[in-house]
């Protein structure tokens, strides 16, 4: 019934494509200048092969992402015109796999007075009988930020290709009386919908340094009212950009529908935050009675709680896979190269790889993994057999493309004397990675991969494991060291690091990662601790890049399996 009166409430119409410029909203940059300048570079070699990304210029925030009639959908904030931010409309690309894409026509830009200044980021909900609706945000002619609906024109059609806006747009926005930071309001999530049949969806905000999820109830979703109490808000946080919500399994990680409720259930809220372009993930419960969510205790409700990824990851979103039964992460992979080497090559940003998601055995933390399908790339593997890796050696993998790759190693640890004691004042990772990266000699590490090497080692991107020896226990130190991934001096070598949840005593510690041209995407101990880089060496690329595992500690290490493959090209775009 409320499916039904969903669609009466549209009219089939043509939509035109404003060229506008997109005036400077919230933190979003323009280069005016910039807008329409065409590459001066035919050599491409930071262009990746299996990451998604469009033929050419800007791309951020994945949006909507969904599967529908078995296609996968994935739409994107887009520049149809230059490598700089602006002119924002969807992009939209399909796949049966998830890994190859086929492009189509911009399925929503500007075209109404409630988005007629830029479409931004939104979700995709799937309601009863298989229908599809997208909530996004629209910047009208006053510069408020509201939030609109959108529906395919024609559900036969398993692609999608067109999409239709409500004519009631917008649906949700700022009024004198309900509070709402009209700058601040954006990005809705994926809809839930309650036990009392009323469907569900939260809204990122901020009133002074306050973040916010607003939470909005209706039972068409049409008609849309602001609940009294957000369902959370944490102090000193800033703006929360692309908010999401979602259930976990605390018994198995097989993913659910975003709907499910049960004992056996705990609930994820992520959010990106504008100041410091970090995402942060608490795990909690979802009180019903209240329209509340509780974060457990000792799950940290700030900027140095746990991420999905501690290096090049924001404005992340999730979808229920009804296929096979997962939920599917999607994160944008932003730039470390200057605005005039972006215009330079004619385009800027990529996607991380699809991520499998699910709630760790522990129960205080999330788990993620590279989707199955990317595998099937995989070819010419190369073995190595277990082997040990002796005080600052550097063992070359040989036989796999080298910009073009993905690594599997294990590591056995078996003395702990050499352990250096841990500080108690060490409490932020990528400090400490950043002091002691992967040159800086140790005792039990730095181990681990050196990606894009060049052949005399002027350049390397380094993923690496440190061991301390903590009060009780041995801590385990990820970092990703970017310090010497280029000789191009513009370029920004920040050095990444995090906490591993590992027991080296008693565990492998292992490391997956997939090397692309441009970008080194790690993944510790099984998926517990992601890290992404996006690297630009001058002379580790195509040919000239190699890649070595190395021990640059004082106490040998075993490498109890290494698995390597170069990988194919996709078909993206």
Not at 159 to 173: G, Q, T, Y
Not at 276 to 301: A, Q, R, W
Not at 466 to 482: A, E, H, N, P, T
Not at 533 to 554: H, K, S
């Amino acid at each position: 019934m409320a499916i039904s009166s969903v669609w009466s409430f549209f009219f089939l119409f043509s939509l035109l494509l404003s060229h506008g410029v997109v005036e400077i909203e919230a933190s979003h940059l323009v280069y005016t200048n910039l807008l329409s300048v065409q590459p001066t570079s035919e050599n491409q070699p930071y262009r990746t092969s299996y990451h998604f990304q469009p033929p050419k210029n800007w791309m951020n925030d994945p949006n909507g992402p969904m599967i529908y009639k078995g296609i996968y959908h994935l739409f994107y904030q887009y520049n149809p015109y230059a490598a700089v931010w602006g002119n924002i409309t969807w992009a939209h690309s399909t796949s049966t796999d998830l890994i190859n894409w086929t492009p189509h026509d911009p399925a929503i830009y500007p075209s109404q007075q409630a988005d007629i200044k830029g479409c931004w980021s939104g979700s995709a909900t799937i309601l009863p009988g298989d229908k599809p609706v997208i909530l996004y945000t629209g910047i009208d002619p006053q510069n408020q930020q509201v939030q609109n609906l959108a529906v395919p024109k024609n559900l036969s059609d398993p692609f999608l290709r067109e999409w239709v806006k409500s004519p009631k747009n917008p649906l949700m926005a700022p009024t004198p009386t309900n509070q709402i930071n009209a700058s601040s309001f954006r990005d809705p999530t994926t809809a839930w919908l309650g036990p009392d049949g009323r469907w569900r969806v939260i809204v990122g905000s901020k009133r002074h340094r306050r973040g916010f999820a607003i939470l909005y109830r209706s039972k068409d979703f049409v008609r849309w009212t602001k609940a009294q109490h957000p369902l959370h808000s944490s102090k000193n946080t800033g703006m929360w950009e692309c908010p999401d919500f979602f259930p976990v399994s605390t018994n198995s990680p097989i993913g659910v529908d975003t709907s499910v409720i049960g004992p056996s259930m705990k609930h994820v809220l992520k959010v990106s935050l504008d100041d410091t372009k970090h995402e942060y993930y608490t795990i909690g419960t979802y009180n019903l009675d209240k329209d509340t969510y509780i974060p457990d205790e000792g799950s940290v409700d700030n900027d140095s709680g746990l991420r999905y990824d501690y290096g090049k990851f924001y404005a992340s979103k999730t979808f229920f896979d009804s296929a096979k039964d997962r939920r599917i992460l999607w994160g944008w992979i932003n730039e470390s190269s200057s605005v005039a080497h972006d215009v330079q090559k004619g385009w800027s940003g990529i996607q991380a790889i699809p991520r499998a998601l699910w709630l760790d055995k522990s129960g205080k933390q999330l788990v993620q993994w590279p989707i199955v399908e990317v595998e099937q790339l995989r070819m010419n593997q190369v073995n190595l057999p277990s082997t040990v890796l002796k005080v600052g050696s550097v063992l070359e993998v040989s036989g796999v493309t080298a910009a073009q790759a993905d690594v599997e190693i294990s590591f056995e640890i078996k003395e702990f004397e050499k352990a250096e004691v841990m500080d108690p004042s060490w409490s932020n990772p990528q400090v400490i990675c950043s002091q002691k990266g992967a040159s800086v000699k140790g005792g039990l590490g730095p181990f681990g991969l050196l990606a894009f090497a060049s052949k005399d080692l002027q350049e390397y991107t380094a993923v690496f494991f440190r061991i301390f020896k903590g009060q009780d226990k041995y801590v385990v130190l990820m970092c990703s060291d970017q310090s010497r991934s280029s000789l191009d001096p513009d370029n920004d070598k920040t050095t990444y690091g995090a906490f591993l949840a590992v027991d080296p005593i008693h565990e492998k510690l292992s490391l997956r990662t997939l090397i692309d041209h441009s970008v080194v995407e790690s993944f510790g101990g099984e998926g517990k601790t992601c890290i992404t880089a996006r690297v630009y060496p001058t002379l580790a690329i195509d040919e000239g890049a190699r890649l070595y595992a190395f021990n640059n500690g004082t106490e040998n290490v075993g490498i109890s399996r290494l698995n390597a493959w170069s990988m194919k090209a996709a078909h993206i775009n």
